[in-house]
């Protein structure tokens, strides 16, 4: 009787031991793939929530204009305007602009510096020659990756 409540103590024992290194194990990778889940939510919800729309094209002779407004719900730092990509070109035979050689003006009503819902974003690009008549192609792209594009005719 005593050799079988030492057997059962050494499994229990036993058990509790190995349910601890199971823990111990499991643990930590059941949180690292929350935090890359809530992660991935996170960015996913921020993309969905970032709208913009090209409202206005011109261009002539070495600059073109482009005015965007912000019709999302995301508030967009400057710092994000100013790393975005700029394409610009003839239609099928663009490039990626350098940022110094387009330049952005926020019309920001509320002197914050964050391209807020509803305000307007105003796009230069210089150092450009336009021939009147031909179609060009304008894309902005932000570094969530969100973007829209327009083509327009120079006059």
């Known amino acids: ?17 190995a349910a601890g290194v199971l823990i111990n194990a499991v643990y930590p990778v059941v949180y ?14 921020v993309r969905m929530r970032t709208d913009f729309k ?12 482009i005015w965007m407004k912000n019709i999302g719900s995301e508030r967009i730092q400057e710092a ?3 790393n975005g990509d700029v394409f610009f070109g003839e239609t099928g035979n663009f490039d990626r602009i350098e940022y ?11 002197s914050n510096n964050i391209w807020d819902s509803g305000e307007t974003v105003k796009i230069t ?31």
């Open 1 to 17: 009787m005593s050799a079988e409540t030492i057997t059962t103590a050494l499994f229990l024992i036993t058990a509790v031991i």
């Open 32 to 45: 690292n793939m929350a935090g890359t889940f809530s992660s991935a939510t996170h960015e996913s919800d």
């Open 54 to 65: 090209v409202i206005a094209t011109a261009g002539s002779g070495s600059a073109a204009n």
């Open 80 to 82: 994000e305007i100013q």
């Open 100 to 110: 110094g050689d387009w330049t952005y003006q926020l019309s920001d009503t509320n």
């Open 125 to 155: 690009i210089t150092g450009v020659s336009l021939s009147s008549g031909h179609e060009y192609y304008f894309q902005f792209s932000l570094p969530n990756g969100v973007w829209r594009s327009d083509t327009f005719t120079a006059s």
